[in-house]
C-alpha cells in the first residue's frame, strides 16, 4: 500500500475517524505515522471546516515534546496527516509496565509535559484530551504529547464505544469541563496535567468509580487520596493542580515557581520557526492519492457513540435541578427522522417560523428585517439534528 511518496505499514493504533499506520518514506527510509481520516464521517458530522481549521493550526506547533505534524495530503475520501513517529510507546505503557515511575522520573516527564502544553497555550492552541494514552514516549524516554490541537476529533475509540470515546477516558476531565459552563482551556488541561502527575508518580488514578456519575462527583469535588508517602513537595504540588476550583487552581506561572517543580529542571527550547519550512502551506491539498483504506460512511451511530460524540461534556442535568443545557437540548426519540422533522416542520411553520432543510439538518428561523437591524441581530436560529442509533 502506498500514498504519495510513503509506504504504509502496519496499524499502530485506531481512532473513531479512522487509523495511524507506520510508513515509511520510500526514498530517505524514514518513519513516520500516518493518521488517516475518513472524510465521509468528518463531513457527516458536519465538522470539516473545523478539522481543516485544526490541521493548520498543529502545523504551526513546533517543539521537542509534541508530534510534529509534517505533511498534510487528501483524497477523495481520506485526510492523511503525516506525523513524527515516536517510538517508544505511550506513557501510559510505560507506567503499566513499571507500576509507577520514580519520583526523579516523574517529575522529569511532568516538566516535559508542563513545556510542551505551555508552548502550544502560548500560541493558542488547547488539548481538552490529555491523558497518558496520548502522551507518548521517544527512544531517549523523552514525552512527545500526540493529537494537539486536534480537539474536534475523538480520539483512541475503541471498538466498544465506550470509555474511550470523544472525551476519552472520563478520569482526567476537569471538573468545570464535566459541568460545561465555560472553561479556561489552560487551566483545565492543567488539570489532566496533575491527573497524570498523579498516575505517574502513584500508578493508580486519583478519581475513579466503575460508575460514571459516581466518577464524575468524585471529579467535582476534587478529594483526591494524596499518599503520604510521596515526598511532601509532590502532595503538596498535586494538592494544588488538582483544585476543583479553577480560579484558585495553580495555574502555569504557578507550577512554574513550585520548588518541586523546579528540581533538576531543564526548559526544552521550541524549534525554529523556519525550520522545515519545504513542508506545505497549512492547507488541505487534493492529491491524486488513491484510497488506500477502505471503511463504509457511517451513516448510523450507536448511542454509545451518540453520547460520545455530543453529550458527554453536558452532565449539567446530572447535578443541577432541572436546568438544561442553554445552547444544546438532547432527546431520544422512536419516531423515525422524517416524522420527526415532518412535526417540527409542521409546529414552526404554524408559529411563522421559516424552514430549510439539508442532509439531516433541518434549520428553523425568524429573521428579524427591521431597517436598523442590518447585520441580522435579534435572528433566531434553532437547528435540529436528527442521529439514528443501532
Ligand atoms: N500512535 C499514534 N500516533 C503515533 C505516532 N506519532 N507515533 C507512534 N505511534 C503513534
Partial sequence: MRMGKYEMGRALGEGHFGKVRLARHADTGAAFAIKIL???????????????????T??????????????????????????????????FDKIALKGKLSEK????????????VSYCHEKGVYHRDLKPENVLVDAKGNIKVSDFGLSTLPQNQRKDGLLHTTCGSPNYIAPEVLLNRGYDGSLSDIWSCGVILYVMLT????????????????????????????APGAQDILRKILDPNPVTRLDMTGIRAHDWFKQDYTPALPFDDDEDNNIGDGNL??????????????????????????????????FEKEDVSERKIRFVSNYSPTSLFEKIESV???????????????????????????????????????????
Fill in 58 to 91: 498543529m502545523k504551526l506547533l513546533k517543539h521537542p515534546n509534541v508530534v510534529r505534524l509534517h505533511e498534510v495530503s487528501a483524497s477523495k475520501t481520506k485526510i492523511y496527516m503525516v506525523l513524527e513517529y515516536v517510538n517508544g510507546g505511550e506513557l
Fill in 105 to 116: 522520573e516523574g517529575r522529569k516527564l511532568f516538566q516535559q509535559l508542563m513545556d510542551a
Fill in 348 to 390: 414552526a411553520t404554524e408559529k411563522g417560523f421559516q424552514v430549510q432543510k439539508n442532509s439531516g439538518k433541518l434549520k428553523v428561523i425568524q429573521v428579524c428585517n427591521e431597517p436598523a437591524n442590518p447585520r441580522g441581530h435579534g435572528t433566531l436560529l434553532i437547528s435540529a439534528e436528527v442521529f439514528l442509533s443501532h
Fill in 203 to 230: 500508578g493508580n488514578l486519583p478519581f475513579d468509580d466503575q460508575n460514571t456519575v459516581v466518577l464524575y462527583q468524585k471529579i467535582l469535588k476534587g478529594d483526591a487520596r494524596i499518599p503520604k508517602w510521596l
Fill in 285 to 318: 491539498h487534493m492529491t491524486e492519492h488513491q484510497d488506500i483504506e477502505s471503511s463504509p460512511a457511517i451513516s448510523q451511530i450507536n448511542a454509545f457513540q451518540l453520547i460520545g460524540m455530543s453529550s458527554c461534556l453536558d452532565l449539567s442535568g446530572f
Fill in 38 to 56: 475518513d472524510r465521509h464521517r468528518i463531513l457527516a458530522m458536519k465538522i470539516d471546516d473545523q478539522i481543516k481549521r485544526e490541521i493548520a
